[in-house]
């Protein structure tokens, strides 16, 4: 049975510069170290020597709770962001698109989004579905990762169970191929 204490001595300024490589933003920083370091402690409850090396195991904790945080922070936010859009709508319903919003003498009229815009990014939405169509979906799944998770390649090519390089390959073949369906007309699109 390992220490746990002097695990997280071994492998805590390791992890703390992980949380620096990880974090996209000065601001997030500290946030990343923090739950770098909750992660290392758990690492240090939870290692067992016949699952592996201390090491890749103290790593792994520690960005999958930085990726866990990030999540948690931007579901508040946005969970934060539709309650006063809530509370706005509560409170301001003019009974008419004339209806004086500000005192500058603007209009509902005036600062509503175009319906047109609206429906550009509904256009905009649906030919990218229809583009991620001629992906595979391990090229789709390792896209949305990379780039809507944020996931680094060096995670999501240990889950996949390949090389770094074999991962950013599959990212690149999934963005050529993008990039030649939106060279042609989808109509004409034969790379599928």
Excluded: C
Aim: hydrophobic share 45%; no cysteine.
């Amino acid at each position: 049975m390992h220490d746990a204490e002097d695990f997280v001595r071994r492998y805590f300024t390791a992890v703390r510069a992980i949380a620096r490589l990880e974090a996209r933003h000065p601001d997030e920083a500290a946030d990343a170290e923090s739950d770098a370091l909750l992660g290392l402690h758990h690492a240090a409850r939870t290692f067992q020597p016949h699952r592996g090396p201390e090491p890749g195991w103290a790593r792994y904790k520690a960005r999958a709770e930085i990726v866990n945080g990030r999540r948690e922070r931007l579901h508040r936010v946005a969970d934060r962001r539709a309650h006063h859009a809530d509370a706005i709508l509560a409170i301001a319903r003019p009974a008419s698109l004339d209806a004086p919003v500000a005192d500058g003498g603007a209009r509902l009229a005036d600062v509503l989004p175009d319906p047109d815009d609206h429906l550009a990014a509904v256009d905009e939405r649906l030919l990218l579905q229809r583009a991620l169509g001629v992906l595979t979906s391990r090229q789709r799944d390792v896209l949305h990762r990379r780039y809507t998770e944020g996931e680094l390649l060096r995670s999501i090519a240990d889950d996949l169970g390949v090389t770094e390089g074999r991962a950013s390959q599959i990212v690149a073949a999934a963005l050529g191929r993008l990039r030649a369906y939106f060279a042609h007309p989808a109509a004409e699109w034969q790379g599928a």
